[in-house]
């Protein structure tokens, strides 16, 4: 009988709760005159506007919010990222219980306002204790085509995506690092839109299309880096891609120096790719004006600004997803277009790139353990001989993906500090000493940990993240 009455009275609390949050966002409707409609899975707030006039802001001017309280609507989240400006639309995840799903989505009039909402509720105390995320939010325009034959051209690659999906803007090819005739067997597809993307992904799954014959790999490419302008500008160091294996820094500082005498700092070269630092912005600009396109070696080279590694920032976009690299446990956040995951391994795994390259996380680890029987032969193996698969631990793999890169290992430097309460904390700065450039050579996670096996996880975790 107690327990049938404690239900009871359950859900009389969840009625009044759920009445006075719907008179509460009546209220807001009425004194913003913005709509509201709930469908998919997410309530949208605006979008657009009253008044509103012309298309939807441009890319770049939506936020991501995680770590929302789950009993929190709109009529508090809307005062709150008001004060960064405009709001056009915000669109909030629910549950089918009525519970919101701990994340949303607030797309601002302009990119400035998108900015300083991050700057200014990034780590923001919503409510005693609890803190948001806010970081900003990439409508996805570009897929990655894997399997694609190595013999097949920029054009025919491109003709054939126009054949069969519509919206397609440009198709990204690299050459292959030792035969420039040849691609690398994949390729990205920009889209003009993202759902026109996201519609060409449908299309494209393995077995429902076979361009050449062959049946392709399909997914979500990793979203280009967003940095803002401001930071840009005073960027002076240039990526530049499709080397010659073969090519030498100094052949690459030789080719950069030409145009004006003692510009180039240095040239740290990966594989076939480089960043070449100068001593002043202006000379790398007019050097990627001038060196874009050029022969070296007889490979045609790419060079754009780099985009540098904002070590600030508490939140990064991974994989079209949201972590948070100041978590201690690397939490994994949904995806925009239906709420899963889009990292290809399990959530919140490590992304890392390889010789230049992206490879996904590794899947989820094997943790069981076999016996020994009598007579099994045991063969002496290198730890850089297993894949990625095999390692669980964030040590081991950032030391495994310096090796790949022909890097030195990985050092580990411990501090500690004391707590209020006479605890030692500990953190671990790691040291790449094989990157060129010193303002990326160190990582040092945001978080203290009680134990010295957690803080240097920790840190090997943040460096893959930011590396």
Not at 31 to 52: E, I, L
Not at 54 to 60: L, T
Not at 337 to 346: A, F, V
Request: proline content about 6%; aromatic content about 10%; some cysteine.
């Amino acid at each position: 009988m107690h327990e049938e009455n404690k239900a009871a009275a359950n859900g009389c609390s969840k009625m009044r709760r759920g009445a006075q949050n719907g008179a509460a966002l009546l209220a807001l409707m009425e004194k913003t005159g913005y709509s509201m409609v709930q469908q998919n899975g997410q309530r949208k707030f605006g979008g657009p506007p009253p008044g509103w006039e012309g298309p939807p802001p441009p890319r770049g001017c939506e936020v991501f919010v995680g770590k929302i309280p789950r009993d929190m609507y709109e009529d508090e989240l809307v005062p709150v990222f008001e004060r960064a400006g405009k709001i056009y639309e915000l669109r909030l995840m629910m549950e089918f219980s009525g519970e919101n799903r701990g994340y949303a989505f607030v797309m601002y009039t302009t990119k400035e306002e998108a900015q300083l909402a991050i700057k200014i509720l990034n780590n923001y105390e919503i409510r005693p204790g609890k803190f948001i995320g806010v970081c900003v939010s990439l409508d996805n325009c570009r897929l990655f085509i894997g399997a694609i034959p190595k013999d097949k051209k920029k054009e025919e690659i491109l003709n054939e995506m126009k054949k069969v999906t519509e919206g397609v803007v440009d198709v990204i090819v690299y050459p292959n690092a030792t035969d420039k005739t040849k691609n690398r067997g994949f390729a990205f597809v920009e889209y003009e839109s993202h759902r026109a993307a996201a519609m060409a992904r449908r299309r494209l799954i393995p077995g429902t299309f076979q361009p050449w014959g062959h049946t392709i790999q399909v997914d979500w490419a990793d979203p280009e880096k967003v940095v803002d302008e401001e930071t840009m500008q005073r960027v002076k160091v240039l990526y530049v891609r499709n080397l010659m294996i073969s090519t030498t820094e100094d052949k690459i500082k030789a080719e950069f120096n030409k145009f004006k005498p003692g510009v180039v700092e240095r040239v740290k070269k990966l594989r076939d790719y480089a960043f070449v630092h100068f001593f002043h912005r202006e000379d790398a600009v007019a050097a990627m004006s001038v060196m874009n396109g050029k022969c070296i070696d007889g490979a045609s080279i790419e060079v754009t600004l780099a985009k540098p590694v904002n070590k600030e920032s508490s939140w990064k976009q991974h994989f079209n997803g949201q972590i948070s690299p100041s978590s201690e446990n690397l939490l994994g956040f949904p995806n925009k277009e239906d709420g899963s995951q889009k990292s290809l391994g399990k959530p919140g795994s490590l992304s890392v790139r390889l010789n230049g390259q992206h490879s996904p996380g590794p899947p989820e680890v094997e943790r069981s353990t076999y016996p020994i029987f009598p007579g099994i032969k045991l063969t002496p193996i290198s730890m850089y001989s297993l894949k990625l698969s095999h390692f669980s631990s964030a040590v081991m793999h950032l030391d495994y993906f310096c090796h790949k890169n022909s890097w030195a290992p990985p050092e580990y430097s411990l501090y500690s500090t004391t707590s209020q309460d006479g605890k030692i904390l500990l953190v671990y700065k790691v040291l790449i000493s094989s990157i060129a450039d010193d303002s990326q050579s160190y990582f040092m996670p945001e978080k203290l940990c009680t134990t010295v096996e957690d803080a240097k996880e920790l840190a090997a975790q943040f460096t893959l993240l930011h590396l």
